[in-house]
């Protein structure tokens, strides 16, 4: 540890929006209690690592991260938290260069990183409580500056955990049952929010459609978030059941919650649906898409789609590619089915009542699927070329002596770039929402545009 203590932090964030949140609500309360902040490449006293362990790959991707922090990092205190400590301690144990090692609940208690960053408690230290314990929702959002100094987007968590059950996944492991913040709480952090200057606002959880807190549910939530002065609302991933004719006219009337909805759909196939007990099925999922673009015929709809579920077999594989072609969606998530330790797939498996996908099998249809997910991609972005577009501009960066490449998303989340020229060029255009003429599309399906004013 270093000698002259500055209570420097620094975080770095992997998986989901929700994570992101979480991790922005932490650095911002360590602020306030007088921590400065800094980044992973310049050092700090204390750097947390956030993680995630929705698949194997996850959890993979962490280690190597954790591993190469505290390599370039030897001096610093190194605490890891989230989904993957949840998970699986004993495996993070392992590491060597690991301080702390913080679960669900108790990444969001900030005595802990003082402690491990002052020696007071013996180190490495394991604090990890039950899934099943947890009743309390806790924070997700950013109000400093310095936290998110170069954002326009707002994460803003609204809940927490899933009571779905579905076989395959292992959210009820780490974050526990369903549970949802206060209407009255959450707008109120959304004014604060759009007061800081964000134009965005995305509502985050594990599983938004299922808000509820007293008699308010999502929709009554989303009609007191009109209020807020904020140019935009964004709602993350949602179930299918949920996006029923109420919300869709919702957005459909709204200035504000823009024509955007992600979609799980994991399977199109009715049987491999029911093994995973999902909540709808096909043609459920079919008629919730359709009246959606029926409603707001520039919305885009992406999807999740899992390959290689146990007992998949090619015929299921084909209704899925079927099912999908005569979808209009705008981009699918394409990934491969994980088993995940302690779920209900993971004893199917284990008890061998499920037959496991050849993994040839599954990397062809994962190839297929990637594919499908990229023509259906590029058509839909070709809708909007030649189109006037409301840009909300994020990024930037140079590309030549006196010429900078910008970059943002429309309302229905088509990301545009846009090339200085004319006298623009020493403008800083994040954050400002502009009129741009969407001009082309290159192999690499990036939407190229010509800024209007």
């Known amino acids: 540890m270093k000698d002259n203590i500055k209570k420097r932090v620094a975080a770095v964030t992997l998986g989901c929006k929700l994570n992101y949140a979480e991790t922005s609500s932490i650095l911002d309360n360590l602020c306030k209690q007088g921590w400065e902040l800094s980044t992973i490449e310049e050092g700090a006293d204390l750097l947390i690592i956030h993680t995630c362990a929705v698949t194997k790959q996850a959890e993979q991707k962490c280690r190597q991260k954790i591993r190469g922090i505290i390599r370039k990092n030897p001096a610093s205190r190194i605490a890891v938290i989230g989904c993957y400590s949840q998970l699986n301690p004993d495996a993070l144990s392992a590491i060597e260069g690991i301080d702390a090692i913080l679960g669900s609940e108790e990444k969001f208690h900030l005595q802990w990183y003082n402690d491990i960053t002052f020696g007071t408690i013996p180190l490495p230290c394991v604090k990890v409580s039950p899934a099943c314990s947890f009743d309390e929702v806790y924070p997700g959002y950013s109000l400093s500056s310095g936290v998110t100094k170069d954002r326009t987007r707002a994460f803003l968590k609204i809940q927490d955990g899933c009571d779905y059950g579905c076989s395959y996944c292992t959210i009820p492991l780490l974050r526990g049952k369903s549970r949802s913040l206060p209407a009255g709480l959450i707008v109120e952090r959304a004014h604060a929010l759009a007061f800081s200057g964000y134009r965005e606002i995305v509502l985050t959880g594990v599983n938004i459609g299922d808000y509820r807190h007293g008699d308010h549910r999502l929709c009554d939530l989303l009609h007191m978030l009109e209020e807020v002065k ?3 609302i964004r709602i993350s991933s949602i179930e299918p059941d949920i996006v029923d004719s109420e919300l869709i006219s919702l957005v459909a009337e709204s200035e504000k919650i823009v024509p955007h909805f992600h979609i799980p759909l994991q399977s199109g196939s009715d049987r491999i649906l ?16 359709l009246q959606a673009v029926e409603r707001l015929p520039d919305c ?4 999740d789609v899992m390959v290689g579920y146990p007992g998949e077999t090619e015929e299921d594989f084909l209704q899925i590619l079927r099912f999908i072609e005569e979808l209009p969606l705008a981009y699918l ?3 491969s089915c994980s088993i995940r330790p302690g779920t209900p797939l993971a004893e199917k498996v284990a008890n ?3 037959q496991a996908v050849v993994p040839g099998a599954i990397a062809r249809r994962y190839r297929v699927l990637t594919e499908l997910g990229l023509q259906k ?5 070709t809708r909007f070329i030649g189109k006037e577009s409301m840009v909300l501009f994020e990024e930037s960066k140079p590309v030549q002596k006196g010429s900078r490449l910008y ?3 429309t309302r229905n989340y088509l990301r545009v770039f846009v090339e200085s020229a004319g006298g623009f060029e020493e403008q800083n255009l994040s954050g400002r929402e502009l009129p741009v003429l969407i001009e082309s599309m290159g192999d ?3 939407l190229k545009g010509r800024l209007l004013s």
């Not at 093994?275 to 008629?287: F, G, Q």
């Not at 991609?377 to 972005?381: I, S």
């Open 230 to 232: 904020v140019g935009r």
């Open 407 to 409: 970059s943002g998303y």
């Open 377 to 381: 991609e590029a058509r839909f972005k």
């Open 444 to 446: 690499d399906l990036n």
């Open 300 to 303: 885009a709809i992406g999807a």
């Open 333 to 335: 998530h394409i990934f």
């Open 274 to 289: 029911r093994s995973m007990r999902r909540r709808y099925d096909t043609a459920l999922y079919r008629s919730r898409v």
């Open 352 to 354: 061998r009542e499920f």
